[in-house]
């Protein structure tokens, strides 16, 4: 992942993109004070928001915890998985998800939790500010889902289908096509557990574990996949379609 | 549920009472959650699994045991609403109001103080496996062809009963540990929730599995 550093998005897309995101409230100040001190090589990332920048679509408890416990946990479990293996170390995160089948199962679950938590919070910004995705992206999601709503129905499809925890993404195939998948758990697109025709860059991808929806929502998972489009950042998903394509 | 689940006279799966109320189980599980588990989740893998046999008429009629023996062969609809019907209705089973399961005695305490040390060993081996399963799944004391009982966990809708599960044997004993489960009482901390639950737990129903388990 040459381009894709999910620690300096919100930096770039403050810096790019709409002024109300610049103008948000309160937004990292919240996370900032309760980010612990980093004990190993990862660490929990302030939010680009704040907890309740999101709402009603996502409510601010359900934030609080799914950031500062859950995230939280994935960054710790990982931060002890590679203190317990020395060789860990000099691999960056996304070398080790390129080979996770080769490493111990914390791994996998954790630093597949971090990635994609990681990746999750810079996605969405508050209902009504994140744009829509540019006319590159619209050109090639109309090519390889139709349409714009078309492709909508058939993630949500995904993330209704995906059985049990898990994720559903959009991501950028080798050959430059757009293909949504879902993976079980913490494992995501990067992994090398995950068959070759659901590899990918991803641009876009929504948590469907319950702890994502399950105060606001109940068992209503597709209600929650419905509305989270409120809360995408079409901007960033635009900004990381380009960055994939130029990888090419 | 050591005997066979069968469909109905009209070839579908239907949703089993509960032996108490959605409130009985409070503190341990809420009234909200009791009511969403059972009467959401539970009752969506019932209605799923008789869609999915609707269009398979070579698998109408059979019980859900069969079912489950052969889950390797299943499309996956089958499969998981299957395991999650049989998973709820045997998890509804091995709960009772506080005060009310009873306590192991005799050959299920002795078996448990055999292959744990003490309740409390199995308490606490459970408790450690529930805790480290990662995502969706559940918690089993199965007794082993052996005859020793042992714990372990499953993803997702497996079951011992299932071909090919991560663990085999027959069940005597699940806690469900789903975020749905616990997430409106207990919200991250599986753990306050894996302990918190034995107060719930029917030792009377776990004893007399155990004893149709013997004699099998």
Known sequence: ????????????LLALAAPALAQAPEP????????????GPFALDPLPYGFDALAPVIDAETMRLHWGAHHRAYVDNLNRAVAADPALAKLSLEQMLARVSTLPKPVRDNGGGHWNHRFFWTLMTAPGTGGQPSPRLLAAIARDFGSLPAFRR???QAGLRQFGSGWAWLIVRPDGRL?????PNQDNPLMDVVPEAERGTPILGNDVWEHAYYLSYRNRRGEYLQKWWEVVNWNQVSLLFEAAQSRR | MTEETLPGPDGTFALPPLAWALDALAPAIDAETMSLHWGAHHRAYVDKLNAALAARPSLQGKSLEALLARAGTLHADVRTNAGQHWNHAFFWESMAPPGRGGAPDGALLAAIERDFGSPGGL???FDAAGAAHFGSGWAWL???????L????????QSPLMEGAALSGTPL???????HAYYLGYRNRRADYLAAWWQVVNWKAVGARFAAAQAA
């Open chain 1, 28 to 39: 990292a100040a919240t996370g900032t004070a309760a980010a612990p001190a980093p004990v």
């Open chain 2, 173 to 179: 004993l699940v806690n469900d540990l789903w975020e």
């Open chain 2, 142 to 148: 199965v007794r082993a062809g052996n005859g020793r």
């Open chain 1, 179 to 183: 293909a949504i998948t879902s993976t």
């Open chain 2, 150 to 157: 042992v714990v372990g966990t499953t993803p997702d809708e």
């Open chain 1, 1 to 12: 992942m040459r381009t894709l550093r999910p620690a300096l998005l919100p930096a770039l």
């Open chain 2, 123 to 125: 308490v606490e081996a």
């Open chain 1, 154 to 156: 058939q993630f949500e």
